[in-house]
Each structure stands twice: as C-alpha cells, then as structure tokens.
C-alpha cells in the first residue's frame, strides 16, 4: 500500500511539473520583436482608381494580447477620369501603431488575430500631368493626419516566421490648393480616406 501511495505521489508532482514548464499552447510574442512586409490594394473611398501599396511595419510584444510599433508605406494614384489625365498623387503614410492581439491554437497550428490602431501622418506628393503643366497648373496637397483601424490574421510557420492577412480603413482630410494663370487659388479639403486589403510576411525574432 506504501508503494503505491509512493508512486501515487510522484506522478502528480511529475505532472505539475510537466504543466510548470510545459510550452503555451499558442505562441507569446512577449518581449519580442517583429518585422513584417505586406502588399495591399488601396482603393480611394471617392470610387477613383486604386493602387498598390507596399509598406512594412515593426512591433514589440509588450504583452502577450498587446503590441506596439510603426508602419511605413507608399503607394501612386494614377488622377485620370475619363480621357483626361491630371497627374499621379503620391502618399506615403508613417504611422505609430497598437494592436490588441488574441492567440489561440488548434492542433498543431498556430495564429493569432488582432485588431489594430494606427496614429501618425501621410506625406502626399502631386505631380502635374503633362497637360496641367502645359497650362501651368499648379496642384499642392498638403501633409495630413491619419488614422487607420484595421483588422489582421498571422498563421505562424514555426516559431519565427508567419503568413499574414490585414484589411484596413484609413481616414484622412488634406488641404488641397490649385494654382492657375490668372485665376485666384482654389483651396478645398479634400477627403483622402482608402481602404487597403492585402497579405505578406512577418518574422519574430
């Protein structure tokens, strides 16, 4: 009867043990870095032509739910409605950004979602078509601030690497002023808010 109060004893401390260090089931990027790419569409929410973004972000895992970082990018609307091409607006968003993450597990995979806040300021750039600048117009846009919330999905490889999905909507106002000969400057503000859904890569270090 001793013996098996013994061996009784020894397998649950084995097994407390064993749940002291076992692995989490999901995987905490507590303290640790991450560097990501992803490449997205941009569409304009006035319905104008779409495009590419390309941007690349880094986090820090505060916690294991919570994240900070920055995320840079730059895309290149093409302004041609119609037959009538007015030039191409360049924007490049720079943006400090906080996600609220939720790991779990199933089986052997692992993912997390996340939501994300992002705060900061895009640097828009137009430049004239041809035929503006043959009738010497002139259309500055101002730097703006931004805002983007958005909504992503990291399913993980292994223990570093992780395929990544993200959906977002950024809103933002810039100043708009035209200059032509002759005529008073016209200023506006003009509603710059995109979406941008896409895909990349992240690795945490």
């Not at 805002?147 to 999905?153: E, H, I, P, S, T």
């Not at 570093?160 to 506006?188: C, H, K, M, Q």
């Amino acid at each position: 009867m001793r013996h098996h109060i013994v061996y009784a004893v020894a397998l649950i401390s084995l097994a407390f043990s064993s749940q002291a260090f076992a692995q989490p089931a999901h995987e905490d990027i507590t303290g640790r870095w991450g560097a990501g790419m992803i490449v997205a569409g941009a569409m304009p929410a006035d319905d104008s032509e779409s495009a590419t973004y390309i941007g690349g972000n880094f986090t820090y895992g505060v916690m294991d739910y919570f994240a900070v970082g920055l995320e840079v990018g730059g895309m290149k609307f093409d302004r041609d409605p119609g037959r009538f091409d007015f030039g191409d607006l360049t924007g490049a968003p720079v943006l400090g950004i906080m996600q609220l993450r939720y790991p779990f597990a199933a089986g052997k995979t692992k993912a997390t979602i996340y939501g994300t806040l992002g705060l900061g300021a895009i640097f828009w750039h137009y430049e004239e078509s041809d035929v503006l600048q043959a009738a010497l117009v002139d259309v500055e846009v101002e730097d703006a601030f931004a805002v983007k919330l958005g909504l992503g999905f990291d399913l993980l490889i292994d223990k570093n690497w992780a395929v990544n999905l993200e959906g977002a909507y950024v809103f933002s106002d810039s100043e708009t002023t035209v200059r032509a000969p002759a005529l008073t400057p016209i200023v506006d503000t003009v509603d710059t808010d995109y979406w941008t859904i896409g895909g990349g890569f992240k690795y945490f270090i």
